[in-house]
DNA sequence: GCAAAAGTGTTAGAAGTACACCCATGA
DNA sequence: TCATGGGTGTACTTCTAACACTTTTGC
């Protein structure tokens, strides 16, 4: 049996990771369902209408699955777009009546957007490869469909919200094993703040959770860094 | 011309004032449209479906003025609440099919809650009087109608989190002019930690936008306490 | 040996915390 | 004169900020 589709509300996934240097943005072609064709050529996050019969931390879960393949992603609401003219791009319009094989025009669509912190690793080629979906750098974003940019600066501005209000969530950017430059880097970037590194590293080492493992660096050409991991346990 | 309303979408307001104790949400009778009976006795939030025409923000507005005369009242969104049995009242659903004027059955409603501070002064009777509407002590809430307990809950943790990253909103709890002990006990009720009332003196003292007044309290029995105002240029 | 990034310590000032007594007022 | 809440100072600790040189590694 198929399910109803809720023609007035989406959710949108935000989902950011630290390249080294940055932010990224994970964002996923505008295809049309039922073909495989680039017949429009757009980026947009990954998104879509709920199901009637569907919570809305549900229908991320669903949408972010099916979009990009992702399961088990944290991910948490962040802010509702539902400005009158977030859909005024005809060509959007027509897209989404396209994609969810509407008969009916849609009217307006109100959508929550969710947002989830989390490293960039080697899944990479099969996003890209079975769901033609990417990560930019935030500096380097395109025009997206609908309002996805406003609701990318949105986030963009949350994590400094989340961070601030629980720094341990900064370390669901890195990967598992990071070097101090790499949390300088990334705290730098979420802060928006440069800080000396010096009181960084000392900071770093009053904090339990922040944990040195004996592995180095190898292959680098100057003197090899150490690893450190985070222990949430002690956090 | 009559403005179409959208059944899927709506926005509910919690509205948060200071009693020198506690926080105090303001709450409206459960009232059907067109009549003035009281046929039935539940309390909820000031919300209602949104217009079709209509942005987010000032759907809050708008409601906000026709269920509470209040206009002007600076509001922001702080939650999606889209459970799918939300709903799962009967006679909540039957209220909102009246009320509205409804002839289809309705679904399944998301509302975009709002949240605002503000202080609790004498319109207390004109709201109670002309709208049926009154302010509450967070602790004293009796059942509210759909899942509006929830959604002050969830809204009360959200004071928290405005008020740590901007400490100036707490003056917006507060009348206009106000004694070190309301600020210290304002202060204490928003974020849940009791501090030492020297240190937070001198820490008051040290802040440019506190400024002290030559007025004193009048006509109580013991030391009259400094009046203090908050001057938002100097935040 | 040189280029490149890693790693480390001290000091001064600011901010936070703990703590107890006298003051002004009306009844 | 007493009951009630208002108002203040000091010492200690912790956090923050400023600042420059030596170490390791690969080429």
Redesign the pocket.
């Known amino acids: 049996m198929e399910r109803l589709v809720n023609p007035y509300v989406s959710v949108d996934c935000v989902l950011l990771g630290f390249d080294g240097t940055q932010l990224n943005v994970l964002i996923v072609r505008q295809k049309e369902s039922g073909n495989d064709d680039n017949s429009t050529n757009n980026y947009k996050l990954p998104g879509s209408l709920i199901y009637m019969d569907e919570n809305l931390d549900e229908a991320a879960q669903r949408v972010l699955k099916q979009l990009t393949g992702l399961v088990q992603i944290r991910m948490e609401q962040f802010h509702a777009f539902g400005n009158v003219k977030r859909l005024a791009n005809p060509s959007d319009m027509i897209w989404l009546e396209r994609f969810h094989h509407l008969e009916h025009h849609l009217e307006r669509i109100v959508t929550i957007a969710y947002l989830s912190l989390l490293r960039i690793d080697r899944k990479r080629e099969k996003l890209q490869k079975e769901y033609d979906a990417q990560w930019i750098p935030i500096s380097e974003i395109p025009q997206l469909a609908f309002d996805h940019n406003e609701i990318v600066d949105t986030a963009v501005k949350t994590v400094e919200r989340i961070t601030s209000s629980n720094p341990a969530r900064i370390f669901d950017l890195l990967p598992r094993k990071f070097?101090?430059?790499q949390l300088h880097a990334v705290y730098q970037s979420v802060t928006g703040k440069s800080?000396?590194?010096?009181?960084f590293?000392?900071?770093m080492?009053?904090m339990p959770y922040v944990v040195q493992l004996d592995e180095?660096?190898?292959?680098?050409?100057?003197?090899?860094?150490?690893y450190f991991k985070f222990d949430r346990k002690k956090a």
């Open positions: 070097t101090a430059a800080v000396d590194f010096r009181n590293h000392k900071k080492q009053s180095k660096e190898q292959g680098v050409n100057h003197r090899a860094a150490h």
